[in-house]
Structures are given as structure tokens and as C-alpha cells.
């Protein structure tokens, strides 16, 4: 295991270009709390953006058009501008599949968001109902929300409307995550200590309560195959679940605080994973092992300190759909954008109180939201791969990761195409 604290001389480090902001409205003195931006989101063909602003609400604008409005406009943009503003309900036929700006009152504080989207091959688990409530076609686009009560509020992205209520978690809904493969499968992560599956093909439907964290469940995340789900929590944990058989496959050790974030690369042959212990984790999922480090404290803290208050606690982590790069958020207000293969931050963008991140789409831009319920964006390194990066990517997109180390070729190749970094 390679340990990468980042360098002190950041001179050499190249400083981020910003894209635009998105600032929240000003707020009176007595509304100050409660405008947290716990996470930001994009949707899956890249058409939405969605954060939340605080105080119950969600914002959801069209990608492009924002973009657009950066560039005629400067990076600043007030989120309740007037002129931007459109309308959220009513729409006919022609216009339902149009990108249009919607703001949503969740009804209570908002810690969580996730775009989901349907396939119509991919079935419900349900096979014993030939009738559904709802038939979800394959342009139809999802946005979930958790919330401070323990629901989970469904929203058709295009009209704005309420679609389904899912009451079952007894604390705060930390995080949710849809199955990528359009079974509109989703996980829920929540502070009551458990994952719940729900179906949403089959009208919302609880299909299984993963069991096994000891406290809060702060994050969970699909292997791009969605055969395996990753969750974090308190108490330094790290489980990794069988989708298939709803069952634990192994617990991953080394950090040495909470673990409040994680995802998998784009061919899901690693897992990056964050803790409060100062630390980036690279894992391999499929052996459990370490196999890079980015620390955020120069020298690199004991674990007893590492286990404290200790100023440098990462909030977030987020692969870059190319799969060479990171972007890690941590308290002293500073984005890293790391690759794979360096031991130092490649780029980097300063920012005061930020608490997630997420890149877009095509992985040219990194949103990250704030205490103060603002989003602020970065333009993302652009780097040529090397041949040996492009080769490890392409074949995992014909084949599992754990296949690879199987295939009858030269041991020489089977090296040349591992992540042992």
C-alpha cells in the first residue's frame, strides 16, 4: 500500500478554472440554519442538475441552459433570479420531455438526492403482480429525496409532480442511489442503521433491509454493474453487498473514523472511499486489499489523532467518468482533483464549507455544494490516458474485473492489465 500525503510546495499544482456559481438566496438571520447543500446531482444522460438549497427545498435546472447562462452571463448566478424561473406544473403532451427549470418543497429538510432512470426490458423483482400503479417508459426520468423524517418523496423530473411517498426508515435519510442497469432499483443509506431496497417498477415496494452497521449509514453506491453496493458509516465502516442475493460479501478495514462517502470507477475495478481520518482510500473490491492512499494532512497523522477533530476531515469523494481521476472535498477548504497513478493532487480550487461533490455527466465538470446551500464549478483536468490506463478500461467493459486475472495470457499482460498502483 502506497501512502500519497499531498506535496508541500503547491506551487507545482495546477489551480482549477471556474465554470460558475449558483448562489443561494440571501436568507434572513433567523433562517441561517437548516441551508445546508447535502448533495448535488446530474442526471444520467446529463440533462438535469439538482441540489438542494435548504429549507425543504430542491432545485432542478437543465444542464445546458446553465452552462449557457455562464457563458452570457459570468460564473455568478442567483438561484431564485425571476427571469429563470419557470413554471413547473403545467405542460402539455409536446413539452413533457422538454429540460425544464422545477423548484420542489419537499416538505422537510432534504440530506439526499438521485436521479433514476427506466429501461422497459428490465422487469420488476416482482413477478407475482400483473398490475402496477405506475408504468415507467423508457424516457421517463426519476428524482428521489430523503428526508429529515425518514421519507423518501418520487418526483417525475419533467412535470415536477409527486409520484410515489416511501415511509418505512425511523431517522434521517442519509443518501440514495439507483441500480444503473434502469431497473429502478434504490438503496436508501439512513441514520436508523440500515440499507433498504425498494422497487419502484413495482410501485415503490420494500424489498429487503440489509442489516449489519453498527451506527449511522452515511453513503452507499452501485458498482456500475449493479451487481454489488457499497455502504459507509460510523465506527470506520466499510461493507460491500451482494445484489443478487441481498447478502454481505466483506467488510473492509483501515480507516480509522467515519467513512462519510464512497464510489466506484467507471469499470468497477476500484472504490474510493472517504473517512474523517484525513484519507482517501483506493480499494480493490473484489480482494478487499488497499492499493492507493491520497492523505489531506502533511505528515500523515497517527491513528489516534487521525480518530479526533483534526481539521482535514474529508466530506466527499467522487470518481471522474474517465476513471483516472478523483475529486476529494475536505475541511480546509480546498477540491483535489487527484489521478490514479500520482502521489499529488493534479489540480486544485479552493472552497470554504463545502460538504459533496459529484462530476457531470461527461465528467468535464465538478459541482460541489456548500453550508450556505450554494453550488460552485470547476472545470476537471483533462489529461490523456495512457495506453496501459485504456487497456485496463476497455477490457473491463467486456468483462468482470475478477474474470480478468483468469484470462489465458502471458502473466506479463495479466500485470500490465491490473490496478496494482
Not at 457563458?71 to 403532451?93: C, E, F, M, V, Y
Not at 489540480?347 to 455527466?361: H, K, R, Y
Not at 478500461?393 to 502473466?411: D, F, Y
Request: with cysteine; charged share 20%; glycine share 6%.
Amino acid at each position: 500500500m502506497a501512502s500519497f500525503p499531498p506535496r508541500v510546495n503547491e506551487k507545482e499544482i495546477v489551480r482549477s478554472r471556474t465554470i460558475g456559481e449558483l448562489l443561494a438566496p440571501a436568507a434572513p438571520f433567523d433562517k441561517k440554519c437548516g441551508r445546508e447543500n447535502w448533495t448535488v446531482a446530474f442526471a444520467p444522460d446529463g440533462s438535469y442538475f439538482a441540489w438542494s438549497q435548504g429549507h425543504r427545498t430542491v432545485k432542478l435546472v437543465p444542464w445546458s441552459q446553465c452552462l449557457k447562462n455562464f457563458l452570457l452571463h459570468g460564473t455568478k448566478n442567483i438561484t431564485n433570479s425571476s427571469g429563470l424561473r419557470l413554471s413547473r406544473q403545467n405542460s402539455d403532451g409536446g413539452q413533457k420531455n422538454k429540460p425544464r427549470e422545477h423548484i420542489i418543497d419537499c416538505g422537510d429538510i432534504v440530506w439526499s438526492l438521485a436521479f433514476g432512470s427506466s429501461v422497459p426490458e428490465k422487469q420488476s423483482r416482482c413477478v407475482n403482480i400483473e398490475w402496477h400503479r405506475f408504468r415507467f417508459g423508457q424516457d421517463q426520468l426519476l428524482l428521489a429525496t430523503g428526508l429529515n423524517n425518514g421519507r423518501i418523496k418520487i418526483w417525475d423530473v419533467y412535470t415536477g409532480k409527486l409520484l410515489l411517498n416511501l415511509v418505512d426508515h425511523t431517522e434521517v435519510v442519509r443518501d440514495l442511489t439507483f441500480a444503473p442497469d434502469g431497473s429502478l432499483i434504490l438503496v436508501s443509506a439512513s441514520r436508523d442503521k440500515t440499507l433498504r431496497v425498494w422497487d419502484l417498477k413495482d410501485d415503490g415496494n420494500m424489498m429487503k433491509v440489509l442489516r449489519g452497521h453498527q451506527n449511522w449509514v452515511y453513503s452507499c453506491a452501485f458498482s456500475p454493474d449493479s451487481s454489488m453496493l457499497c455502504s459507509v458509516g460510523a465506527s470506520k465502516a466499510v461493507f460491500l453487498w451482494n445484489m443478487d442475493k441481498y447478502t454481505m460479501i466483506r467488510k473492509l478495514e483501515g480507516h480509522h473514523h467515519d467513512v462519510v462517502a464512497c464510489d466506484f470507477s467507471p469499470d468497477g475495478a476500484l472504490l474510493a472511499t472517504a473517512s474523517y481520518d484525513t484519507r482517501v482510500y483506493i480499494w480493490d473490491p473484489h480482494t478487499g486489499h488497499i492499493v492507493m492512499e491520497f492523505g489531506h494532512l502533511f505528515p500523515p497523522p497517527t491513528p489516534i489523532f487521525a480518530g479526533g477533530a483534526n481539521d482535514r476531515w474529508v466530506r466527499s469523494v467522487s470518481f471522474s467518468h474517465d476513471g483516472l481521476h478523483v475529486a476529494s472535498l475536505a475541511d480546509d477548504k480546498m477540491v483535489r482533483f487527484w489521478r490514479i497513478d500520482e502521489d499529488y493532487p493534479v489540480q486544485v480550487a479552493p472552497l470554504s464549507n463545502g460538504l459533496c461533490c459529484a462530476f457531470s455527466t461527461d465528467g468535464s465538470v465538478l459541482a460541489a455544494g456548500t453550508h450556505d446551500g450554494s453550488v460552485y464549478f470547476w472545470a476537471t483536468p483533462r489529461q490523456v490516458p495512457s495506453l496501459q490506463h485504456l487497456c485496463r478500461m476497455s477490457i473491463r467493459r467486456v468483462m468482470p474485473t475478477q474474470e480478468v486475472q483468469k484470462l489465458p495470457i502471458p502473466s506479463k499482460v495479466l500485470e500490465f492489465l491490473a490496478y496494482r498502483l
